[in-house]
């Protein structure tokens, strides 16, 4: 699929560059390639979550 492809080249940019991605996604499947969660509900911050969902992180803060 795709969107995993380009999930995995962002993996590979902050590894290789240093590049941090920030990113917003309502897909479960992106969250395993964080390395921060925040959740929002109606504008305000529910939720902060540092580590422990994968060990392919990338350096984003996924917003979902």
């Not at 969250?31 to 959740?39: D, H, I, L, T």
């Not at 509900?41 to 917003?63: A, H, N, W, Y």
Request: net charge negative.
């Amino acid at each position: 699929e795709n969107s995993m492809r380009i999930l995995e080249l962002m993996v590979k940019m902050g590894q290789d560059h240093g590049t941090a991605f920030i990113f917003s996604s309502h897909d479960p499947r992106v969250e395993k390639f964080a390395k921060q969660r925040v959740v929002l509900r109606d504008g305000e911050i529910v939720e902060k979550t540092m580590g422990g969902f994968s060990q392919q992180s990338l350096d984003p803060i996924c917003v979902s």
